[in-house]
Structure formats: structure tokens, C-alpha cells
């Protein structure tokens, strides 16, 4: 009967522990059902079979346009080399998964011992142990181990989020450049116009040299703007091609048309603002900013991934709380010939906790969770900071934007609309004319770097509101800008 309960139990520990398979693929669909939750357009992990080939193919289709900005986070998100690395992570933290539901491989041993000087067959034993506290440890490494691999998919939807508004950011950057481009080479045409005039009233005696250098040093000037410019462009192109992971021929899309126009609100913002009027120039705003924090802290992948590791500590903590008490317990048999005659028992084989009584890990736990706990108020502290900020710069933004669309871009234009009136009267000189039209180029200058601010503000605040914390932001902190600030009026 004992032999049968030994040999049953031995069994089922190999069959309990045999049947568990590594499926990282799992991990990534509950990643892409979560991105499709938030408003994230569709991912793929490459992983040498059909879907790489749909990828392609996908990405090809998408190129072959005019590249939306739509377009370019889809095509950033099914082809980015360094996105499809951190899907690896999900291999990790699952595989880390199924290794806490597995049980310790058995141990198998073997002894032969003979007598000496006699003629007496060999002694045998062969014996096999289980580590038995598996058993009772199992739930609880499991547990430690989902919460560990609900962490790793959190930071990877994290990620991919990140990685759309930075593509968004580095979208706009590059349609403002592009413009900024085509209004420097007005600038410069005007600069050229003004110092060729200068040279013909030179030559006809009607002009001092010191009116011809002066043209000449704004001709040179806005040559070498031009130049500067041109660089930038060159540079924001760079930068939205790693975003995209282009190389080779793809990099030569094409881009429709120019930055949208500012909205008569920020769509974010509707409903949650009210204006206010005082002595400044611009319409001031009170923003009731309560709900989107709370939006914002409720679908935070930071705080859940924080909460995750916490969960995770917390349950490793009572694991090793268990573990000081009974460190190891191997339980198994021995079966053993001696004199002819097979002879099989149990055996037990227990760990004392003497020496070692798990203190130090569980100090290093206890210190562990403290961090954690610290992290996760320093995390809930920045997101509602960042919130608040990002409101009103997108409010500011917005303000300034539309002062330029409603109020600047027009009187600029009416500007050189009434220079040329007086011109043709002869009221004025062509210097005068010329000069003004610059300064319309130069407003439509600053224009677009107001309008691009607009956008990338728009794009950081949606995605807070969709669940990515606030350190994304420190890596377009410092984006210049492509022009200084609104020229200075024209003398008349």
C-alpha cells in the first residue's frame, strides 16, 4: 500500500509541474488591448513570422501617401526597432511567471557499496527527494510573480504611449521648420529685392554707401538665416525618421500641407473654462483643472505600476516571512538491497534556521516597500503637478496662438496693404515698403513657432489624460524654438 502512495505522489508532483508552457505572445495582446482602451493606434510585435510581412506592408502603405500625422505614430508604432525591444520585456516577466508556478526537479540518488574480503553481493540504495515546501510556497511565488508581470506590462504600455506623442511632437516640429523655411526664403527674397534697389540708386548718385551696406548686411544676414533654417529642418527630419525607424529610400516622405490652425478652444479643455476679463491685453482663463487630475491619476500607468510593485513587495515580504520559519523541507524515498532482499522507507531532510534567519532579506523588503511607497506619492504628487502646469501652458499657448490668428497675422497684413497704397502714391519709399513686408514674413515666423507650441502642448497634456506620467516630458523641455519673438513694428 505505502509503496503504491509513494510512487502516486511522485506522480502527480511530475505531472503538476510538467504541463506549463512560456507564452509571451499572451502578455502582448492584454498590451494591446490596454493601448486600445487609451486611443492608441494598433502595435505589433515582430517576431520573424506573418505579422512582420503585414507590418512591412502596412508601413509601405502609409509611406506611399502624404504622411498624416496619424499616419506617422502608426507607422512609428509598427516599425520602430527600439519600441519592438521593449516587448522583450514581456518574454522576461512572463517566463518569470511560469518559473514561480514550476516545482523543484526532483533529486535522484544512487550508492553501491561492497564488502570487503568476502564474497557477498554488492550493497544497493537508490533514494529520490522532493523540495516538499514547494508545495506550500508555490501560491504565494505565483502571487508575487503576476504582480511583478502586471508591472512589466504596465511600463510597457507605458512606453508605447510615450513613444506616440513623441512622435507627434516631432511631427509638428518638423511641419513648423518646413514653413519656417519657405517664409525665410520670402525674407530673403525681400532682402535681395531691397539691396539690388539700393545698388541702382547708388549707381544713379541717389543714395549714400552707408544706405547700400546697410541693405547688403540684411541681405547677408537673411542668407545666412536662411542657412540656419534649412539646418533645422534637416535636423527635425532626422528626428521624426528614428522616430519612425526609417532608413534607405523611406525617408524622403512628404508631408501635407502646413500646422493646423488653433481651435477656437482646446478641445481638452471644453467645457472645464471660463473667461474672465482684467486690465491685460489678453483674456485671462480660470480652469477647473479637478477633473482632468482625477482623470488623469485614475488611468496613470505609473501609479498602476507603482501599485503593482508594491503588491509584488508586499507579497514577497510575507513569502520570506514564511520561508525564516521553515527555510527547506525535502521529503522522498530510498530504496535499498541488502542481503538479497529490497527494503524501501521514506526520507526526510529539514533546513534549520540557525545561522541564516532570512533578517537581512526581510530588512531589505521592509526598506524596499518603504521606497516603493515614497515613489508612488512622489509619482501622485508629479502627475497632478504636471496636470496643472500643462493646463495652463496649453491655455497660454492656445492664447497666444489665436492672438496672432485674430489680431497680429491681419494687422500685419492691413500693414502692407496700406504701405502699398502709400507707395504707389508715392508716399513712401521702396525701402520703407520692402522693409514692412519682411516684417510680415518675420510675424508669420514667430506665428508658426506658436502655432507648433500649441500643438506639442496639446499632444503632452492628451497624453497625460491617457495614463503617461510626467517624466516624458523632460526630453522636449529644451526643443528650441525656430524664431526669437514678434519683430519689431516697421518705421514709416
Known amino acids: 500500500m505505502y509503496d503504491r502512495l509513494w510512487l502516486g505522489v511522485v506522480g502527480l508532483l511530475l505531472v503538476g509541474s510538467g504541463c506549463v508552457t512560456v507564452d509571451p505572445q499572451h502578455a502582448f495582446e492584454d498590451v494591446q488591448e490596454e493601448l486600445h482602451t487609451r486611443d492608441t493606434p494598433a502595435v505589433v510585435w515582430r517576431t520573424n513570422g506573418a505579422e512582420d510581412q503585414a507590418a512591412d506592408a502596412a508601413v509601405d502603405s502609409l509611406l506611399a501617401l502624404p504622411l498624416t500625422i496619424d499616419h506617422a505614430v502608426q507607422v512609428a508604432l509598427l516599425n520602430n526597432r527600439s519600441l519592438q525591444a521593449t516587448y522583450a520585456e514581456l518574454g522576461v516577466a512572463q517566463a518569470q511567471l511560469v518559473q514561480a508556478g514550476l516545482l523543484s526537479n526532483p533529486i535522484f540518488g544512487g550508492v553501491a557499496t561492497w564488502p570487503f574480503g568476502e564474497e557477498d553481493p554488492p550493497r544497493l540504495g537508490l533514494n529520490v527527494a522532493f523540495t516538499f515546501l514547494d508545495l506550500l510556497y508555490r501560491p504565494l511565488r505565483r502571487a508575487v510573480a503576476t504582480q511583478e508581470y502586471e508591472a512589466a506590462k504596465l511600463r510597457v504600455t507605458g512606453t508605447v504611449l510615450d513613444h506616440a506623442v513623441l512622435t507627434e511632437q516631432a511631427y509638428y516640429m518638423l511641419q513648423a521648420a518646413l514653413s519656417q523655411q519657405t517664409l525665410q526664403q520670402r525674407i530673403l527674397d525681400h532682402a535681395a529685392a531691397a539691396y539690388e534697389a539700393a545698388l541702382l540708386l547708388r549707381e544713379a548718385g541717389n543714395t549714400p554707401a552707408v544706405d547700400v551696406l546697410v541693405e547688403q548686411s540684411a541681405y547677408e544676414q537673411a542668407r545666412l538665416d536662411l542657412l540656419l533654417v534649412q539646418q533645422t529642418a534637416i535636423d527635425r527630419q532626422e528626428a521624426l525618421v528614428r522616430q519612425l525607424g526609417l532608413y534607405g529610400p523611406a525617408i524622403t516622405f512628404a508631408l501635407p500641407g502646413e500646422l493646423p490652425a488653433v481651435p477656437e478652444a482646446p478641445p481638452v479643455l471644453a467645457g472645464l473654462r471660463t473667461r474672465s476679463y482684467s ?38 515580504l510575507g513569502l520570506t516571512d514564511a520561508e525564516r520559519l521553515l527555510p527547506d523541507l525535502e521529503v522522498g524515498g530510498e530504496l535499498e538491497r541488502e542481503d538479497g532482499a529490497w527494503h524501501l522507507g521514506p526520507e526526510v531532510e529539514v533546513v534549520l534556521p540557525v545561522f541564516d534567519q532570512g533578517q537581512a532579506r526581510r530588512a531589505a523588503l521592509l526598506a524596499t516597500l518603504r521606497r516603493q511607497q515614497a515613489l508612488y506619492y512622489a509619482e501622485a504628487v508629479a502627475v497632478r503637478s504636471a496636470v496643472r502646469a500643462q493646463v495652463q501652458r496649453l491655455s497660454m499657448a492656445h492664447g497666444v496662438a489665436q492672438h496672432y490668428q485674430r489680431v497680429v497675422l491681419p494687422l500685419q497684413a492691413a500693414l502692407v496693404q496700406q504701405f502699398l497704397r502709400q507707395y504707389n502714391a508715392m508716399q513712401v519709399g521702396v525701402f520703407q515698403l520692402i522693409q514692412v513686408q519682411q516684417r510680415e514674413a518675420e510675424t508669420a515666423r514667430a506665428y508658426l513657432d506658436a502655432l507648433a507650441d500649441y500643438w506639442a502642448t496639446q499632444a503632452e497634456l492628451d497624453a497625460l489624460l491617457r495614463g503617461r506620467g510626467p517624466t516624458f516630458r523632460d526630453a522636449m523641455e529644451a526643443r528650441p524654438r525656430l524664431s526669437s519673438s514678434m519683430p519689431e513694428a516697421p518705421g514709416h
Do not use: F, G, K
Not at 491685460?280 to 507603482?306: G, K, M
Open 279 to 316: 486690465s491685460a491685453a489678453l483674456p485671462s482663463w480660470e480652469i477647473e483643472v479637478d477633473p482632468l487630475v482625477d482623470q488623469a491619476l485614475a488611468r496613470s500607468l505609473a501609479l498602476a505600476a507603482h501599485r503593482a510593485d508594491l503588491d509584488a513587495t508586499a507579497q514577497r
